[in-house]
T-cell receptor, first 113, second 109 residues
Framework: DAGVTQSPTHLIKTRGQQVTLRCSPK?????VSWYQQALGQGPQFIFQ???????QRGNFPDRFSGHQFPNYSSELNVNALLLGDSALYLC????????????FGAGTRLSVL | AQRVTQPEKLLSVFKGAPVELKCNYS??????LFWYVQYSRQRLQLLLR??SRESIKGFTADLNKGETSFHLKKPFAQEEDSAMYYC???????????FGPGTSLSVIP
């Protein structure tokens, strides 16, 4: 089992552009959460997907949206990129919504110029 | 509001010395508390959680509801303990996880 995999590893975009990040959960996991980790800070919860629906959402604007596919993989989309969106984006999967153990991917480093 | 604070951004201890990483939280209820660790060039991983009441790699953490704290302790630090440590909180089973800002632990040989 490869664990949680994220792609791409690094990404450079310019202000105003749109970006899509991808995540494949650990085998057998059906719940995916996304986090933004700015430099020197802890991960900040963006949203959680379960059964292809957004179930929980953190304090992020509507520019941040996501999707979960039938195979439980997930995408994070960010529109109208701002310089402040530059961060490490982490994906975490869980066996189910009530299980509180999360397994993290290595992250996607997004730089907005 | 749910919040996790870790007052020390950096903590340096000598090998063999005791180590304590502080974590305080605010939550109006009974949360579940966790410690996550990130070693150099590795991904974030769960170290321990309070409901398990277990010791992992010599680390323990006791939930003190009166002081709303969940400090991480180890009696004798090892060089391989050098890492970034994050305290995290989760309310109900369906709640989001709130992370603290993290403490970088450096164990000096």
């Amino acid at each position: 089992d490869a664990g949680v995999t994220q792609s791409p590893t690094h990404l450079i975009k310019t202000r105003g552009q749109q970006v899509t990040l991808r995540c494949s959960p650990k085998s057998g996991h059906d719940t995916v959460s996304w986090y933004q980790q700015a430099l020197g800070q802890g991960p900040q919860f963006i949203f959680q997907y379960y059964e292809e629906e957004e179930r929980q959402r953190g304090n992020f604007p509507d520019r941040f949206s996501g999707h979960q596919f039938p195979n439980y993989s997930s995408e994070l989309n960010v529109n109208a990129l701002l310089l402040g969106d530059s961060a490490l984006y982490l994906c975490a999967s869980s066996p189910d919504r009530t299980r509180n153990i999360q397994y993290f991917g290595a992250g996607t480093r997004l730089s907005v110029l | 509001a749910q919040r996790v604070t870790q007052p020390e951004k950096l903590l340096s201890v000598f090998k063999g010395a005791p180590v304590e990483l502080k974590c305080n939280y605010s939550y109006s209820g009974s949360p579940e508390l966790f410690w996550y660790v990130q070693y150099s060039r590795q991904r974030l991983q769960l170290l321990l959680r309070h409901i398990s009441r277990e010791s992992i790699k010599g680390f323990t953490a006791d939930l003190n509801k009166g002081e709303t704290s969940f400090h991480l302790k180890k009696p004798f630090a090892q060089e391989e303990d050098s890492a970034m440590y994050y305290c995290a909180l989760k309310g109900t089973s369906y709640d989001k996880v709130i992370f603290g800002p993290g403490t970088s632990l450096s164990v000096i040989p």
